[in-house]
């Protein structure tokens, strides 16, 4: 059972939605977080761990027009210099996008493992579940961090490849203006693959998927490294990038509609056929 299933599951029990955060009279929470043994790779530090957490935890809110309020986090840690590495990284993205840190809880472990948990306020409560008739919108910006999944550890690195780099070390959320939120019918960020929005959003309606929403550079990039421009865009995560479903007439500037929800049963096609990427998950 992987991880998005074992999750609905435990929501179901608790008779909560399934959405990328949770609504409590008129406030939007959310936690996010990872252990080192799955999420640092050899180019990060911990200060870039703690940046992560807390990007990850502000894209959920963020895609839902929520303005973050405060944040708090837990760290574990197996020494004293770890920890204070994780905390100066958190408070120097909470500085960077401006969100009050609060603190926390700290412990000791055999790894570092952070959580970082946020609540903000929010105008309209959007979940999961787009209108058929409507586009998926995104900044066309993905697969930078799917080359950089591929090819980190090569001696040479190309610029494509190093923007992805940079991209997982620590997530800017630098985002287009969005679309109203009365035009939107669902959003996720991609912080687990275009492919798991694409899966995710396909609940009771059919998506087609028209168009790669990458840019050039990154579709030649992954044909040079001999891998199909298909797994790097959409199966990759990590972007951070929001994935707006819309009314047609509402895309705005730097935003591209790069698929089309209609009328079906849950499932997700890419040039007649059933897309096989699911994007990101635990326990898979």
């Known amino acids: 059972m992987d991880e998005k299933v074992l999750l609905r599951l435990f929501l179901k029990e608790l008779g909560e939605e399934d959405n ?13 977080g990872f252990a080192e043994s799955w999420a ?12 992560r957490a807390v990007a990850a935890t502000l894209s959920d809110l963020f895609v839902k027009f929520a303005v973050p309020k405060a944040l708090l986090s837990s760290i574990t840690a197996p020494d004293a210099q770890k920890a204070r590495e994780v905390f100066d990284g958190i408070r120097e993205a909470a500085a960077h996008f ?24 929010v105008p309209v409560k959007i979940g999961r579940r787009p209108r058929a008739g409507h586009v998926l919108i995104a900044p066309p910006l993905f697969g930078y961090t799917g080359l950089a999944f591929v090819a980190s550890r090569e001696g040479e690195r190309s610029p494509v490849v190093a923007k992805g780099i940079a991209w997982l070390k620590r997530p800017m959320l630098d985002w287009p203006k969005p679309p109203p939120p009365d035009c939107v019918s669902a959003s996720m960020d991609s912080s687990d693959g275009v492919a798991d929005v694409l899966w995710t959003m396909a609940r009771g309606v059919d998506i087609i998927l028209e168009k790669l929403p990458a840019p050039e550079e990154v579709i030649s990039e992954a044909l040079n490294l001999g891998v199909e421009p298909e797994e790097v865009v959409l199966n990759a995560g990590e972007e951070y990038l929001p994935i707006f479903a819309v009314d047609p007439r509402c895309v705005p500037e730097g935003y591209v509609a790069f698929a089309k929800v ?4 849950g499932k997700v096609y890419y040039k007649g056929e059933e897309l096989k990427y ?3 998950a635990y326990f898979r």
């Open 278 to 280: 699911r994007g990101w």
């Open 262 to 265: 209609v009328e079906g049963e």
């Open 98 to 121: 401006g969100v009050r840190y609060l603190g926390g809880d700290l412990n000791q472990g055999r790894e570092v493992v952070v959580d970082v948990a946020a609540i903000g306020a």
């Open 20 to 32: 990328d955060v949770s609504y409590v009279d008129g406030l939007a929470v959310k936690i996010d």
């Open 40 to 51: 640092k790779l050899p180019f990060h530090t911990y200060a870039d761990l703690g940046w």
